[in-house]
């Protein structure tokens, strides 16, 4: 039956896929179609989407600036946003039992701040696999983003320690050696090298020694391999880890897609309910949008993250069947859940393909709360003096500046938008900025240069090439474009836009034919 599911699986995520959709919506409906028709859950489904879910937390942790959790815009505004968020549930579900009360829905008014409770978080799940496709994961509100999620899950983690009370044991202290457990990793990672090992090295760190043990304790196991993986955020090979697992961990999450869809059959009523959540979802982004403007943060940044994180969490399925087991809620209440899950998932990837388009054409309705910093006015001024850019300031990139800076006497800025990739960059004398390049402020204000000559895309998401060119087309840059692929079809899609590409592959083997020759000639006598 399982193999059966993964047929369901593969037809809708390419139908999603053909739609301009990302595939995961396709798997949402692969599972309520499967249920729909009648057939078996199978059984390993839910362990493949818990697999799914400790590997990607685990990668998460990978690339987690711990440092980043102590500031107040994280964690105050995790708890206020929670509770305005809940509060404003708690008023809508009273006046939805009052005004229109429906049969096998009826709540108690403890049930009804439960159920609030557990519409005021978003999905980690679904944002980091959004914020990953988009290439986005270590931008400003990228990082914010996962910031106020990491503290939602560890008030998760609270809620359900204390309503299943199951508490930490004694052997939770154990947890203090954890700056000693560091050292042993960091030499384990050294040790393991490349290739499988190191594949099935991550895969242990994350399940043995990060959600099992975690999960004997008495705590949570999957922030459990959070914790493992932020653990070894600084290590050298950490980048490569988290590459290792990235086709292993993206195969289990579509269970973890599948199973939502698996969860139950909604009637009319249960359809209306959802519906109603759904529609509910901007008042709930707007939340989000007031707690990140008390932070002061600017207008573009606040936007993306509120808009990221507009969507339901699979921790209220998980609040919903802890409920309805305890017989606090009724059964009804989980496909609820599971339909406005869904629904919600589908609204936010198709909203989030288009945030940079609606955030410009909205954007002057907010600008009471652009609170753009002196430094970003000053980095924009500084920009207008660059002959070359260098967008995507990774191996590649910093290997295409250090080659222009040796040869040209130009003014050379490279971009990038993970602001500690900058601040390493800058150590070694290179000057790079923290920015955006789907940022269409960006690309607005440099369209005022009169020296820009050349524009080098050397980020590794084609996706994000594609769009920074796209828009660079757009504003009419007469700037020289040149951006790096990895197959024909890049290069097709870059020649579309009249973009000149590299491609990686070919030219490494041009590269290494010429270096191999260079070297024969040498010992010739």
Known sequence: MILTLLGFAFAFGLLASRLGLPPMVGFLAAGFAFNHLGLEKPPEINFIADLGITLLLFTIGLKLNLRSLAAPRIWAGAMVQMVFTAGFFTVVLLLGQKLNPIEGLELTGFATGLIAFGLAFSSTVFVVKLLEDRGDIGTLYGQLAIGLLIMQDLVAVVYLAFSEAQYPTLWALSLLALPFVRLFLNKLLNFVGHGELLILTGLALATVVGYSY????????????????????????????????????????????????????????????????????????????????????????????????????????????????????????????????????????????????????????????????????????TLLEADILVVGMGRVGAGAYDALTTTFSHQIIGLDHNPSRVNEHEEFGRRVMVADASDTDLWANLRKSKRLQMIILAMPNHHNNIAAAEQLRALHFESLLVAVAKFPEEVEELAALGVTSFNMYSEAGLGLARHALTELQLREP
Request: charged share 15%; with cysteine.
């Open 214 to 381: 975690f999960h004997a304790i008495g705590i949570k196991g999957d922030l459990g391999a959070l914790v493992l993986g932020a653990l070894l955020a600084n290590h050298p090979k950490s980048s490569e880890l988290a590459q290792s697992l990235y086709g292993l961990k993206e195969i289990m999450l579509v269970g973890f897609f599948l199973s939502i869809g698996l969860q139950g059959l909604p009637n009319g009523d249960i359809t209306l309910v959802a519906l109603v959540l759904c529609l509910l979802l901007p008042l709930k982004t707007a939340i989000y949008f007031g707690v990140f403007a008390l932070s002061r943060l600017p207008l573009r940044i606040n936007a993306l993250a509120s808009l990221s994180l507009s969507n339901f969490s699979e921790f209220g399925l998980i609040l919903c069947a802890l409920a309805a087991r305890q017989g606090i809620i009724p059964v009804d209440w989980l496909i609820v859940f599971a339909l406005a899950l869904s629904l919600s998932f589908v609204l936010s990837a198709v909203t989030n393909a288009k945030s940079e388009a609606l955030y410009q054409r909205f954007k002057f309705l907010a600008r009471r709360f652009d609170f753009e910093s002196k430094a970003l006015k000053d980095q924009r001024k």
